[in-house]
């Protein structure tokens, strides 16, 4: 199992949120930072960039020179934003026999398009939304994309949509939905209708606790439905 965050994860929070509970049920993990995740920007000043494939190609080189891989089982995970890095990945490395998006995103790019649409009809612009608003803030000053404002931002990730991609997923696919998820509402879907590979899509709701972006709160139940998908899935 090969498995990243998203936007502003960490390979300590990637173990708990996935990795330990993989390891419970008997997969082998590698969990890495891509570039923009936590220590390559701090520490090599990578940002993110769209095709993410150039990133999972190496892991994949590496992890099948390893006698825990197995070359015909090997599965990619991506959490929020990984959730369209790894479908961008999954669409040109086909060495991947199932992908689990944590959860779906299709369209990037159109996510801070319309957060840059709202901070221009704010009065005082993008910088006024930028003071009121720690979320916008955050999202610009993270670091990830190497940007210093939102129109910086609205053109770094231009290239970050599967628009015209995603029927080129081979791999068994399984596509996570949160019922109230506050950046990627509706995406899993309109994700999952592209798809043209084996795929399919489990929604999880607020009245089981699980309904908040990635599920946070009820990791329990999000890694029962996920590894008895793989275990299913990667049945011979």
């Given at each position: 199992?090969?498995?990243h965050?998203?936007?502003d994860s960490?390979?300590?929070?990637d173990?708990?949120?996935?990795a ?6 008997g997969?082998n993990?590698?969990?890495f930072?891509?570039?923009?995740q936590?220590?390559?920007v701090?520490?090599?000043g990578l940002?993110?960039r769209?095709d993410?494939e150039?990133?999972?190609t190496p892991?994949?080189?590496f992890?099948l ?9 090997l599965v990619l995970?991506g959490m929020?934003?990984?959730?369209y890095l790894?479908?961008?990945?999954a ?6 026999a199932?992908?689990?998006l944590?959860d779906?995103?299709y369209d ?8 840059a649409?709202r901070?221009?009809s704010?009065?005082g ?7 009121q608003n720690t979320?916008v803030r955050?999202?610009v000053?993270d ?8 129109n910086?931002?609205v ?7 599967m628009a015209g991609i995603?029927?080129?997923i081979?791999?068994?696919?399984l ?7 506050q950046?990627f509402k ?5 994700l ?5 590979c084996?795929k399919?899509l489990i929604?999880?709701?607020e009245d ?7 599920h946070?709160g009820a990791?329990?139940?999000f ?11 990667l049945?011979g």
């Amino acid at each position: 199992m090969l498995f990243h965050g998203g936007y502003d994860s960490t390979l300590e929070e990637d173990y708990l949120a996935l990795a330990a509970g993989a390891l419970r049920r008997g997969y082998n993990v590698i969990a890495f930072d891509g570039p923009g995740q936590g220590s390559t920007v701090r520490e090599q000043g990578l940002h993110f960039r769209p095709d993410w494939e150039a990133v999972v190609t190496p892991v994949v080189d590496f992890a099948l020179t390893l006698p825990e891989a197995d070359a015909e089982r090997l599965v990619l995970i991506g959490m929020s934003l990984g959730g369209y890095l790894t479908t961008r990945a999954a669409a040109f490395e086909h060495r991947i026999a199932a992908c689990v998006l944590y959860d779906g995103v299709y369209d990037f790019h159109a996510v801070i398009a319309a957060t840059a649409d709202r901070a221009a009809s704010t009065p005082g612009g993008p910088e006024a939304l930028m003071a009121q608003n720690t979320m916008v803030r955050w999202v610009v000053h993270d670091g990830a994309f190497g940007v210093s404002d939102l129109n910086e931002l609205v053109k770094a990730t231009e290239a970050y949509t599967m628009a015209g991609i995603a029927d080129r997923i081979t791999c068994a696919t399984l596509v996570l939905e949160a019922e109230n998820d506050q950046f990627f509402k509706g995406q899993p879907q309109r994700l999952l209708d592209e798809l043209t590979c084996q795929k399919e899509l489990i929604s999880f709701r607020e009245d089981e606790g699980a309904g908040e972006h990635c599920h946070e709160g009820a990791l329990s139940l999000f890694h029962q439905r996920t590894f008895d998908w793989l275990d299913t899935a990667l049945v011979g």
